[in-house]
């Protein structure tokens, strides 16, 4: 379980049923706004920090996947149903967990279809491990340099899923294996790694399967979502997001009606 100073929990007036457990990306934040914000659909959310935190991993690095699964554990003793959400890393987590462990549903802001390297203390492995072992990962493309100070790192990650065909396949996160709906949320000017691209992917992963899948874009948005009500958030490693505060927030106003429906949908 996650120590209690490293998550916030939103209860709502009138519980509908659902928990929701809520993951920030590399910021290492807890999402309190954001876990306000979905609860006012009736929905029991719980917030986290996954790293950084007492007893955790330093960095987005070999993080134990179980760390989730027994969040979600826990909800379940106070829930009826439980969906995942997560942004940009912990859209990664997310989509990862729901592959491993049951949930009704999954919401991924700025996702990605594979696994990627993570590092701590100059050694370079898996964002994730399960059962112990890593994850298998897209390694990044060691001569890569960055043309834009701050840095945009979409071409990073674009050339990096060049570099082994065989290591990029083994590393797609088996979103055929997620039974509950996926909603998938991208800006077409993410600047930090292909978001749409990857929403496309995971979409037509699932189709193959028949697997109930909704993919939200918006061509001028980046890689931050701004739901309404929201406060632009700021901080985090300096670089290039994408977008502008009026297209993510344009986003996230396409995007709240099916977030609501889902954090409302009876079993």
């Known amino acids: 379980m996650v120590a209690s100073e490293d998550r916030f929990e939103a209860v709502p007036a009138a519980p509908n049923g659902t928990g929701v457990l809520l993951l920030a990306g590399s ?65 990664e ?50 001569s890569w340099s ?12 674009e050339t990096s899923l060049l570099l082994d065909a065989d290591a990029t396949a083994a590393a797609r996160i088996p979103v055929g294996d997620i039974a509950g709906e996926v909603l998938l949320i991208a800006g077409g000017d993410d600047q930090v790694w292909p978001s749409a691209r990857f929403a496309a992917e995971v979409e037509a992963a699932r189709s193959e399967r028949g697997l109930v899948t ?12 701004l739901l309404p009500g929201e406060s632009p958030a700021v901080g985090g490693v300096a670089m290039r997001r994408g977008g502008s505060p009026e297209a993510d927030a344009e986003l996230g106003a396409r995007a709240w009606p099916e977030i609501r429906r889902m954090l409302q949908a009876a079993r």
């Not at 719980?46 to 826990?74: K, N």
């Not at 700025?110 to 203390?121: E, K, L, Q, T």
């Open 27 to 91: 910021s290492g934040r807890v999402e309190r706004e954001r876990a306000e914000l979905l609860a006012t659909t009736g929905a029991r959310v719980r917030a986290i920090r996954w790293f950084g935190g007492e007893g955790q991993r330093p960095s987005p690095h070999e993080v134990p996947v179980e760390l989730f699964a027994s969040e979600i554990e826990s909800l379940l003793r106070e829930v009826d149903r439980i969906v995942l959400f997560g942004t940009s890393f912990g859209a």
């Open 146 to 157: 960055p043309k834009t100070d701050p840095p945009a790192f979409v071409s990073l990650y």
């Open 93 to 142: 987590a997310v989509l990862v967990t729901a592959s491993r462990y049951a949930v009704d549903g999954v919401i991924a802001v700025a996702p990605s279809s594979v696994v990627w390297a993570g590092a701590d203390a100059g050694s370079w492995s898996s964002h994730w491990t399960h059962g112990g072992e890593p994850v298998p990962y897209v390694a990044f493309d060691p």
């Open 214 to 225: 909704t993919v939200v874009t918006h061509p001028g948005a980046g890689h931050r979502l």
